[in-house]
């Protein structure tokens, strides 16, 4: 633990603010956003619907918790007054451009842990702290685990209404039944446990396929290539804001064009991918496989094929790409930090004889695990969580959280928050060496997967997937960073965020076999 930093300029996160950080193609103010910009002055507030008169001078805090008014203004109990709002405060949504865990980070900073922001006629409420996550995540959160579903993909005509748990705006019987599924038939240990054989078979072809390949020209073929591509553009529209959810009036016009895509990615291009699979097996023409897989249980479930494709999809969009991003973010900090990778190649090189790591190796490996661990919390490919919804009207830390309320946990800033971690921006993944803390969701200093009932289902999975693949490229590879032309630490390790949080300057690695591959 560190003293609490008292200054914004010497708590860490002002450095990826720099004009060089901030998203190309957006309009933001190329000097770290000031007091002025965050702190609207009275007279702007006043123009908000005239719902502030704080004086001047007072610190927001203080008006707050004196005024007994909620962070949105309004007195505790009563509704919300309405608009209209400003579009300047809509402006600032845009200007957060693909780093907005960072502006809020910022804002935190000046507003302090529990914020209110008001896009157009959302409420948005952001915690960043460990308290504020707690309470949201735990305390309220039989209240807060609603999903903040777009607009446009609300309602019984959406293909996805309440076919997976993304999309599903409660937290009632139909997500409880898709949430139990997913908990017994695919993530459960015996059901992981299952599937071994099948990961460990793929992580080795992996192994054999960068072996015989250059890594920087590997995009992938056949039906991963296509999945890859329509997951990477869904990711990107899905972390657009939409004038629909801003403004509801605008609902019944797909304005932005949002919903034709959406729609066109979901149904046509990922949905005809499962399509033609789940017609052989419905016809019995697949011969493919004897194993059961998750889908032969939901054909034998009575599954149709759209509820189907809409947990495959839910799936893959979700499990994808968090999982190749961390596993980047990884590797790069692995290069990066040379005598850490030096000690990782120890613990995994000293133990194996030969070229297969199997997953029950991996409890050999507590320092992989914990680089793992240290990845995830500078690295959370779900900075600010999904967002969530507040179900009913409730209070939080003395102030109220309006019913439909989107509701954010910025997990990002309380991972690099220097009151709770040592030299919180450098990689060390000795700090959680025998240390209790883990993502299991218990912690609220760290949580890359969530928390409660919206934690992510797939904690178990990617970590086994990810501690495997990378400890078989150890084992295997060498690792150069592309010609070998560029000091390691030069890396640059600036992110952006759609969802998930991705490296802006993709990693290139030359992997140098260090002994012949086995064939088996
Ligand atoms: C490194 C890997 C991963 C990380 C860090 C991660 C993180 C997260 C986070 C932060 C959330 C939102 C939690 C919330 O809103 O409170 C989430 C939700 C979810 N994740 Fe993951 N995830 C990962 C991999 C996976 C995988 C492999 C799958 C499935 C194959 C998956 C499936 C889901 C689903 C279905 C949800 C939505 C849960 C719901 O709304 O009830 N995730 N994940």
Partial sequence: ???GCQSPAHCGLLHHCSPSSSDVGTTIDP????????LQDDSERDRDGGNFSRRKGQSLKHFRKKSGKSYNGSSKKQPLPPGPYPWPIVGNLFQMGKIPHIRLAEMAQVHGPLMTLRLGQQITIVGSSASAASEILKTHDHLLAGRDVPRLLQGKESIVHNMNLVFTSGTGDGWRKIRNLYASKIFSSKALESRVDMREKKVMEMVKYIASKDLVDFEGSGIGAGIK???????TLGAQPQIADLYPIFGRWDLQGWKKQVVQIIEQELGTIWEDILQKKTSGSNTSSDHQDFTDILIEKGSTHQQINAMMQELFTAGTESMN????WLVAELLRNQ???QKVSDEVRNKIDGNVVKESDLVHFPFLEACLKETLRLHPPGPLLLPHRAMQTCEVMG???PKD?????NIWAISRDPKIWDDPLSFKPERFVGSEMHYKGKDFEYLPFGSGRRMCPGEALSSKTILLSVASLILNFDWFLVNNTMNPE????????????YKKEPLHVTFKLRHQLKTC
């Fill in 1 to 3: 633990m560190t003293e």
């Fill in 405 to 409: 309320s989107q509701v954010m946990v």
């Fill in 325 to 328: 991003f961390t596993t980047e």
């Fill in 31 to 38: 000097l770290p956003l000031s007091k002025r910009r965050l």
């Fill in 399 to 401: 102030y109220t959280i």
């Fill in 339 to 341: 005598e850490i990778m």
């Fill in 490 to 501: 030069d890396l640059n390790m600036d992110d952006a965020l759609d969802f998930p949080l």
């Fill in 229 to 235: 591509d329509s997951v990477r553009r869904l990711s």
